[in-house]
């Protein structure tokens, strides 16, 4: 966590060096010149974003504390559907032959009966928890509208994150002083409009996605029953349909990240958001490719370097390679289960705080293609955008800003 959280914090002194580094031959082939000066600059733009509001690093431990609230939940619920009901036990006989095997049996009366004088050796032993009522028989359907409950919950907790951090950066972005107009708690205000105005529609994008993700677990399900019986036809037949479902929930996600924006920004409902977004981002698609592939290598280099260097570190500390804490190493045959289980973790905590950079960019990016339509650098309508971006794009100011963000 502090190694990523760290990182994030040196990004913004080192943008520059690792964009230019690890972006500009890559998209230089294509051949997009004005284009690197453009994500250049709105990179830079994202990490001052990010250190006016520094307290959006800190906003993934609180969708860490509300998944595991809701893994909790679908845990207890999970066990408590598993184990209701009576125990039911069952006769386990040795003999093949014997016809009270699998018949259900009383443990206290067991021995009483005549049934291990017929069949010798047999053991009145558990099976399972049910019962033979109506409810015991929906079971399953009842850990179903569980699983589907649950998907609903951490999905609305990703989209009130979404929502709260993309309501934050807009806030700095659509300031036209730059901190002065920026609002005194952005996030903490962006979280609040969120709770108080945005529930329905978070709830209802978070609606559609776990009715597809719960498509794609009983597709799993089905596909585990059926492994050793399916023909041909079924195993094709199911395989397409766990790929179109795959490919769905990815459009979804995309679609209800930007729909997410989209209602931090103007507070309208999701339908409308998420087709506004929709069209926005296709009206600038060349651009939306580029910055999508240069964020997700940027957010991959930084994940594998904090997970590689806290790797490195655990590696020394296991081997007791480190002076200062080689009496506190603990004596290990075999360090390399650890040592994976550290880099695995660092690398999930990296994952969850570099989605706040994720997130600034992309709500920047939508910020800045709404700037470009609606305004046009009049006295009436000037621009949000920082002056350099002004050059690259040659769009001329017609009204000096005060300050420039």
Not at 159 to 171: D, N
Not at 214 to 243: A, M, P, W
Not at 269 to 297: G, W
Request: hydrophobic residues 50%; contains cysteine; proline residues 3%.
């Amino acid at each position: 966590m502090v190694v990523s959280l760290l990182f994030l914090v040196l990004l913004r002194f080192t943008a520059g060096v690792l964009f230019w580094i690890f972006i500009f031959g890559v998209i230089g082939i294509i051949g997009y010149g004005r284009c690197n000066l453009l994500l250049s600059d709105i990179f830079c733009f994202l990490y001052r974003a990010i250190g006016y509001i520094m307290s959006t690093l800190f906003y993934p431990i609180v969708t860490f504390l509300l998944i595991a609230i809701c893994i909790s939940y679908w845990a207890v619920t999970a066990v408590f559907l598993a184990t209701s009901g009576e125990p039911v036990y069952k006769v386990m006989a040795n003999q093949t032959l014997c016809k009270y095997a699998n018949l259900s049996c009383d443990p206290e009366t067991f021995n009483t009966t005549n049934v291990t004088k017929l069949c010798p050796g047999a053991q009145c032993t558990f099976a399972f928890y049910g019962g033979e009522s109506l409810y015991h028989k929906y079971i399953f359907i009842f850990q179903l509208a569980n699983a589907f409950v649950f998907l609903w919950l951490v999905n609305f907790a990703i989209a009130l994150g979404q929502c709260t951090l993309a309501g934050a950066f807009a806030s700095y972005y659509w300031a036209f002083r730059k901190p002065a107009d920026i609002p005194l708690w952005p996030l903490f205000s962006s979280f609040g409009r969120a709770i108080r105005y945005h529930t329905g529609s978070l709830a209802f994008g978070a609606l559609i996605l776990a009715i597809v993700q719960l498509v794609r677990v009983i597709l799993e399900y089905l596909d585990h029953k059926l492994k050793g019986t399916q023909n041909s036809f079924t195993r094709f037949l199911l395989c397409c349909l766990k790929c179109c479902f795959w490919c769905l929930e990815k459009f979804l996600k995309f679609i209800n990240r930007n729909a997410y924006i989209m209602i931090a920004i103007y507070g309208k409902n999701f339908c409308t958001s998420a087709k506004e977004a929709f069209f926005l981002l296709m009206r600038n698609v060349v651009r939306v490719a580029v910055l999508d592939k240069v964020t997700d290598f940027l957010l991959f280099l930084g994940k594998i370097l904090v997970a590689g260097g806290v790797g490195v570190l655990a590696f020394f500390f296991f081997t007791q390679r480190i002076p200062v804490f080689a009496k506190e190493a603990p004596t290990l045959n075999y360090y390399w289960v650890p040592l994976l289980t550290v880099i695995i973790g660092s690398y999930l905590v990296a994952h969850g705080f570099f989605s706040v950079y994720a997130m600034c960019v992309d709500t920047l990016f939508l910020c800045f293609c709404e700037d470009l339509e609606r305004n046009d650098g009049s006295t009436a309508k000037p621009y949000f955008m920082s002056a350099s971006l002004h050059r690259i794009l040659g769009k001329k100011e017609l009204s000096p800003k005060k300050a420039v963000g």
